[in-house]
Antibody
Framework: EVQLLESGGGLVQPGGSLRLSCAAS????????MSWVRQGPGKGLEWVSG????????YYADSVKGRFTISRDNSKNTLYLQMNGLRAEDTAVYYC???????WGQGTLVTVSS | DVVMTQSPLSLPVTLGQPASISCRSSQSLVYSDGNTYLNWFQQRPGQSPRRLIYKVSNRDSGVPDRFSGSGSGTDFTLKISRVEAEDVGVYYCMEGTHWTFGQGTKVEIK
């Protein structure tokens, strides 16, 4: 069974940093592209970032480009999202997603507030 | 950039009756490989999204056959043949090459 388990969310001040992790199991992690998708409070879904199976090709939404960095450690079956320069508008639940099988994690909440 | 537009944004339905959600893209979603990467997701209250349909009309494993997807080019539709109470939630279309979501359609029981 495919499982994606996010962690690392929390409360951070504007301008601060957080690193999210997504532990994957139940499939050959290195074979699949992965993404992060977020959902602001009471809002719709917004794709944030993605990368291919090897981590060579990375993609970012314009709203986070230059501030967020996606990466993966295939030896640990883990996806990461390093978030720097956080803003109030980055407040959201962040989901780890494996598109090919349509699998989503349970999400981790990031709150940016002073 | 591709823009995905759903309608309606709110859909009150009667149990046992059909429901239909439209999704229009600002440009054709036929990709260079000939596939159309249009997906539908369901998000029940308090839950993570769940994919129902991929590549326009393919149901994911475990998805009831009352859900169906259709369409081509720029116009797509998700249909629920007979709405059940567990279908309450928000439904999103998403084009799968630039990962752009529609605004979401909230389905509720009348």
């Amino acid at each position: 069974e495919v499982q994606l388990l996010e962690s690392g969310g929390g409360l951070v001040q504007p301008g601060g940093s957080l690193r999210l992790s997504c532990a994957a199991s139940g499939f050959t992690f290195s074979n699949y592209a992965m993404s992060w998708v977020r959902q602001g409070p009471g809002k719709g879904l917004e794709w944030v970032s993605g990368l291919d199976g090897r981590g060579d090709d990375t993609y970012y939404a314009d709203s986070v480009k230059g501030r967020f960095t996606i990466s993966r450690d295939n030896s640990k079956n883990t996806l990461y999202l390093q978030m720097n320069g956080l803003r109030a508008e980055d407040t959201a639940v962040y989901y780890c997603v494996m598109w090919l099988l349509g699998c989503w994690g349970q999400g981790t909440l990031v709150t940016v507030s002073s | 950039d591709v823009v995905m537009t759903q309608s309606p944004l709110s859909l009150p339905v009667t149990l046992g009756q059909p429901a239909s959600i439209s999704c229009r893209s600002s440009q054709s979603l036929v990709y260079s490989d000939g596939n159309t990467y249009l997906n539908w997701f369901q998000q029940r209250p308090g839950q993570s999204p769940r994919r129902l349909i991929y590549k326009v009309s393919n149901r994911d494993s475990g998805v009831p056959d009352r859900f169906s997807g259709s369409g081509s080019g720029t116009d797509f539709t998700l249909k629920i043949s007979r709405v059940e109470a567990e279908d309450v939630g928000v439904y999103y279309c998403m084009e799968g090459t630039h990962w752009t979501f529609g605004q979401g359609t909230k389905v509720e029981i009348k």
